[in-house]
Each structure stands twice: as structure tokens, then as C-alpha cells.
């Protein structure tokens, strides 16, 4: 598995964001791409958020987003257009 992250330019952990290649047969070739979630709250919603994720009563810390080859070429050209520019 190769794993890429890709930091905002201000430096915050939080900001992350991770690209991971899938090696789930059915879905090759595909990548995973993940953002963390909720950054911003105070620190007493953080404990809540961390006891709903010990007790897996929740788990949306993460957001993820599968993308196939056909999508992988999508944010490939959108990425090279707005390179080029």
C-alpha cells in the first residue's frame, strides 16, 4: 500500500490530507482519500467525541472517498488545468 499526505500550506496537522491506494481486488485500481473531521470544536465536545469513538457509538472523525480509475482521471485533468493555468 503506498500512502501520501498532503499538508495545507499553514502547516495544521488537522488540515491533512491522507491518499492511500486500495488493495481490495473488487475495487482495483482505486485510491482512498481521507480528511479528518471537526478540527474546530471546543476542547469539551473533543472528550465526547473521543468517548463516542472508544465506544464506537460513533465514528465520523474521518471522512473518506473512494475514487476508481475513471474518477482518478477526472481530478487528474482537474488537477493539470489548474496547474497549466
Known amino acids: 500500500m503506498t500512502i501520501t499526505y498532503i ?8 488540515h491533512t490530507i491522507r491518499v492511500a491506494d486500495i488493495d ?6 482505486a ?4 480528511v479528518k473531521l471537526n478540527h474546530e470544536i471546543p476542547w469539551y465536545k473533543r472528550i465526547l467525541v473521543a468517548i ?4 464506537r457509538l460513533e465514528s465520523n472523525e474521518y471522512s473518506e ?3 476508481e480509475r475513471e474518477q482518478m482521471q477526472e481530478l487528474r485533468d482537474f488537477l493539470n488545468e ?3 493555468r
Open 24 to 29: 481490495y481486488e473488487p475495487l482495483k485500481p
Open 65 to 67: 472517498t473512494i475514487l
Open 31 to 34: 485510491v482512498v482519500i481521507e
Open 52 to 55: 463516542r469513538y472508544v465506544f
Open 82 to 84: 489548474h496547474i497549466c
Open 7 to 14: 499538508n495545507c500550506k499553514c502547516s495544521s496537522f488537522s
